[in-house]
């Protein structure tokens, strides 16, 4: 899962319950952030299935890199 969210573009719920069977993404990701792991959530928006208006989470994992912190999306 952590990879998941270090990939460019970071990942959604729906895509860790797709990808890798996670039914809780969110339970996961507010694990991971109390282990110390620096999860971004960015809004998105989007259409559902019916083309409809709808917002999203998507999560990725901000990078340390030469004392900079860098967003991985």
Same mark, same amino acid.
Do not use: F, H, Q
């Given at each position: 899962?952590?990879?998941a969210?270090r990939a #460019?573009?970071?990942? /959604?719920?729906?895509?860790?319950?797709v990808? %890798? *069977?996670?039914?809780?993404?969110?339970? @996961?990701?507010s694990?991971?952030?109390?282990?110390g792991? #620096?999860?971004?959530? /960015?809004?998105?928006?989007?259409k559902?299935? %019916? *083309?409809?208006?709808?917002r999203?989470? @998507?999560?990725?994992i901000?990078e340390?890199?030469?004392?900079r912190?860098?967003?991985?999306?």
């Amino acid at each position: 899962m952590v990879d998941a969210l270090r990939a #460019p573009g970071g990942t /959604t719920n729906r895509e860790l319950l797709v990808n %890798y *069977g996670i039914m809780d993404g969110r339970k @996961r990701i507010s694990e991971l952030m109390a282990m110390g792991y #620096p999860v971004i959530k /960015t809004w998105e928006d989007g259409k559902n299935r %019916y *083309g409809e208006p709808t917002r999203y989470l @998507r999560y990725s994992i901000r990078e340390v890199e030469d004392g900079r912190e860098t967003n991985v999306c």
